[in-house]
């Protein structure tokens, strides 16, 4: 009885993980065209094929909880990609070495997946919501490789004041975001980019990141007003 009560489960999880890998799918590229708000389980159930409208609910939980479904399908795979990039620069005081660990990871993921593809744009809009930033921030520096990327990258960066920093952080961060967003929207609406491929692209935002934080800095004085302002 148990062999066969056995047997039975094992076509019901079968079954229920494609309709997990389904829901997940639709979810992030309706979130990606559309906006996590402007898009309802109802609807993603239904896009995913789903003749129950409470199959999200059931599988994953809350939004917030399916939001972290997708990013952690996603940053896993980045993670296996960043480690073997972190070792093969481990020791380096390059910059330049620092910033490619923590862009090509990236890329290189999404250059992997079968186009089109959501997640920089899914990404993106995450990034953008104050309810569920901190859902895709945290699942992002849970990898170590990302925080040994991140505290090796410090300590090569030329002295500035902790505020010049943090801004160009800050600069970084949606620099690299918005980037990879908007060269995934032109790929899958059959644009043309300014780089053949995403290793290109990759190239070009390593550029941009290291120029922008080895350039010079007015120490963050205050500057005066322009008359009438």
């Known amino acids: 009885m148990t062999v066969v009560a056995d047997v039975d489960r094992r076509p019901r999880a079968a079954q229920a993980e494609v309709t997990r890998r389904q829901i997940l799918t639709t ?7 559309e906006g996590l708000y402007a898009v309802s389980n109802r609807q993603i159930s239904a896009a ?5 409208n409470a199959a999200v609910g059931y599988h994953f939980g809350t939004k917030a909880d399916l939001v972290r479904a997708i990013a952690r399908r996603h940053t896993e795979a980045i993670e296996e990609l960043r480690v073997a990039c972190v070792s093969a620069v481990r020791g380096s005081r390059e910059v330049r070495d620092w910033v490619d ?41 849970a990898s170590p490789s990302l925080r040994e990327v991140l505290e090796q990258l410090s300590s ?7 505020d010049v920093r943090a801004d160009r952080a800050d600069m ?41 934080w080895t350039a010079p800095h007015d120490g963050g004085r205050p500057r005066s007003r322009p008359p009438g302002l």
């Open 101 to 141: 660990c923590l862009v090509r990871p990236v890329t290189s993921h999404l250059s992997s997946l079968d186009g089109p593809t959501w997640f920089a744009r899914f990404a993106a809009q995450v990034m953008t919501d104050p309810t569920f930033r901190p859902v895709l921030a945290e699942e992002s520096l």
């Open 48 to 52: 995913a094929g789903q003749g129950n």
């Open 156 to 162: 090569c960066l030329p002295d500035v004041p902790p």
């Open 27 to 33: 979810a992030e590229r309706l979130f990606a065209e």
């Open 172 to 212: 970084v961060r949606h620099l690299i975001l918005h980037v990879c967003a908007e060269r995934e929207r032109a790929l899958a609406g059959g644009e043309l980019t300014p780089r053949a491929g995403w290793d290109g692209a990759a190239t070009g935002l390593v550029d941009a990141i290291v120029g922008l």
